[in-house]
T-cell receptor
Framework: DTGVSQDPRHKITKRGQNVTFRCDPISEHNRLYWYRQTLGQGPEFLTYFQNEAQLEKSRLLSDRFSAERPKGSFSTLEIQRTEQGDSAMYLC???????????????FGPGTRLTVL | GQQVMQIPQYQHVQEGEDFTTYCNSS?????IQWYKQRPGGHPVFLIQ?????EVKKQKRLTFQFGEAKKNSSLHITATQTTDVGTYFC????????????FGSGTKLNVKP
């Protein structure tokens, strides 16, 4: 169990550019969440995958945001035409399948800090 | 609007004093989780409460879930400097199991 990993850890981009982040969950975890966290706030839900299916997407998420989990393992989060308001920490978390011990526990990765200039 | 409210926003205590943070939801929760985030770190799971009126303890930490499953609290007895960090609650609504709503957190500072 190597934990949840995210890449890159930091990303600085110019307004209008596209960025893509990657999340590798704990290997046997079939549930994956993306969150956004700004300074002084709690994580804000963005989207949820169960295996490769995207089952929930926040209405706060504009159409500039898209997430995929093509093989039910790693996931990517893409932000198109970035804006300064997108600057935040993007966190990924994974959980074990239902029926397993601590199935609802969310294990968070270290996050990707995005700065949009 | 924000589904889960958490107070206070900040708490400064002297080492050895107690600390409590409160979480409230406008709707009934299925379950609630508590996380701790150290400065510069990511949230780390502490505990999950599921049953109405449930109380769980972890050493100096006591977690409670209200009878109506709309509120929860975390109480730390005799704080230590290692307790420094931000404590978040995260609630899952009865009508939607696919997402968690995090509170805004309570930032705890402990003076030695």
């Amino acid at each position: 169990d190597t934990g949840v990993s995210q890449d890159p850890r930091h990303k600085i981009t110019k307004r209008g550019q596209n960025v893509t982040f990657r999340c590798d969950p704990i290997s046997e975890h079939n549930r994956l969440y993306w969150y956004r966290q700004t300074l002084g706030q709690g994580p804000e839900f963005l989207t949820y995958f169960q295996n490769e299916a995207q089952l929930e997407k926040s209405r706060l998420l504009s159409d500039r945001f898209s997430a995929e989990r093509p093989k039910g393992s790693f996931s990517t989060l893409e932000i198109q035409r970035t804006e300064q308001g997108d600057s935040a920490m993007y966190l990924c978390a994974s959980s074990a399948p239902p029926g397993t011990v601590l199935r609802d526990t969310q294990y968070f990765g270290p996050g990707t800090r995005l700065t949009v200039l | 609007g924000q589904q889960v409210m958490q107070i206070p926003q900040y708490q400064h205590v002297q080492e050895g004093e107690d600390f409590t943070t409160y979480c409230n939801s406008s709707t009934t929760l299925s379950n609630i989780q508590w996380y701790k985030q150290r400065p510069g770190g990511h949230p780390v799971f502490l505990i999950q409460l599921v049953k109405s009126g449930e109380v769980k303890k972890q050493k100096r930490l006591t977690f409670q879930f209200g009878e109506a499953k709309k509120n929860s609290s975390l109480h730390i007895t005799a704080t230590q400097t290692t307790d420094v960090g931000t404590y978040f609650c995260a609630g899952r609504m009865r009508y939607n199991f696919n997402k968690f709503y995090f509170g805004s957190g309570t930032k705890l500072n402990v003076k030695p």
